[in-house]
């Protein structure tokens, strides 16, 4: 830890800290996109009986107040949703516990048997917890041979930090960050702690990833993207939407345990293999 750094403690009630995390609407919308992506992925359709992850075992990483987790159930997927955030836990199980199980549980001690999970979520939780590469060992502990996870990720270099909508604050040291937040009015400290795009690629080594972001932003309508990918972005070449890549702030991955291809239709723009 760099003299910069603190100790960092556990978000234990991050819905209560960060209301647009019980924004249902947008949530539901997020759900779409990676359902659509993961669908994709295994050559699953939502036409399919039972719907797009009919007879899969998934678990949402960091499912707050489950609105993920609770799609992700309806979609036909027997899912427990994970947390350490006890008031988020307490509504999802008011709400869904009739259809997810909802459990209090670190990411890096996830309460599962080895190779027993086909899908899981990771979506904008690395930044959050205190040892994200345990975390991810975990989850590919978990994984069964064939599984899928589902990766939306910031990156160091995004221009807006999407928590506190301020320009350029991921880019800075920590006391920088802290200082740069207080004198915005926006907080003591800066929490969040992102990698750059080549730091995501050595978290994530031990998968096979491939890369959705082109795809979604080229055809946001099949991937349900169109929340955050204006329409007129799916009109621009491939080339232009390749070299805008490194200024999109989120990235859309899919990691496979295993080397894999993915096994969904043709799209106008493929995913991209990351290796």
């Not at 309806?74 to 459990?103: C, M, N, Q, S, Y």
């Not at 990411?107 to 190779?115: K, Q």
């Not at 080594?205 to 972001?213: I, K, L, Q, R």
Request: charged residues 25%.
């Amino acid at each position: 830890m760099s003299g910069n750094d603190r100790p960092r403690e556990e978000q234990l009630a991050y819905s209560e800290q960060m209301g647009k995390m019980l924004d249902e609407q947008a949530r539901r919308q997020k759900a779409d996109k990676l359902i659509a992506v993961i669908a994709h992925g295994l050559g699953r359709s939502s036409s399919d009986e039972g719907g797009a992850l009919a007879g899969l075992r998934a678990v949402d990483v960091g499912c707050s107040a489950g609105f993920i987790a609770d799609e992700l159930a309806l979609a036909g997927a027997a899912t427990t949703g994970v947390d350490i955030d006890e008031p988020g836990l307490a509504k999802a199980r008011e709400r869904f516990g009739d259809r997810v199980d909802f459990r209090l549980a670190r990411g890096e001690d996830l309460p599962f048997d080895d190779g027993s999970v086909d899908v899981a979520v990771l979506n904008h939780i690395y930044e959050h917890v205190v040892d994200p590469d345990a975390v991810v060992a975990d989850i590919h502990r978990v994984l069964a041979p064939g599984g899928v996870l589902y990766l939306g990720i910031g990156h160091r270099w995004q221009v807006i930090e999407p928590h506190h909508r301020l320009p350029f604050l991921s880019w800075l040291p920590q006391r920088a960050a802290d200082r740069y937040l207080r004198l915005a009015g926006k907080g003591e400290h800066y929490y969040e702690r992102y990698s750059t795009p080549a730091g995501l690629r050595r978290m994530f080594s031990a998968f096979d990833v491939w890369d959705y972001t082109l795809p979604v932003l080229a055809d946001p309508t099949a991937f349900s993207g169109g929340d955050v990918v204006p329409e007129w972005v799916g009109r621009l070449p491939e080339k232009a939407l390749a070299a805008a890549l490194p200024l999109v702030p989120t990235y859309v991955w899919l990691a496979f345990k295993e080397p894999a291809v993915p096994a969904g239709p043709e799209l106008r723009v493929a995913p991209r293999h990351l290796g």
